[in-house]
């Protein structure tokens, strides 16, 4: 790709959004895993400040991944 194109803000825009989404989707992945345990959830919960039950976050990843 010619090097003046990765000056462009567009570009270096876009280059962060990618990064930022394939780092996201990584996150996602790991959550659908089976071993993720009741305690591995509580503690998601608390570093993000974010209740949630798990059953509807089981359901959530459930349908994103069928």
């Known amino acids: 790709m010619d090097k003046i194109i990765r000056d462009w803000s567009v570009y270096v825009y876009i280059e962060d ?24 959830w509580k503690e998601l919960m608390n570093v993000t400040n974010v209740i949630l039950f798990k059953f509807y976050i089981t359901f959530i990843l459930y349908t994103l991944f069928i």
């Open 17 to 40: 959004l990618i990064k930022t989404m394939m780092t996201s989707l990584r996150a996602l992945s790991e959550l659908q895993n089976p071993a993720m345990k009741e305690r591995h």
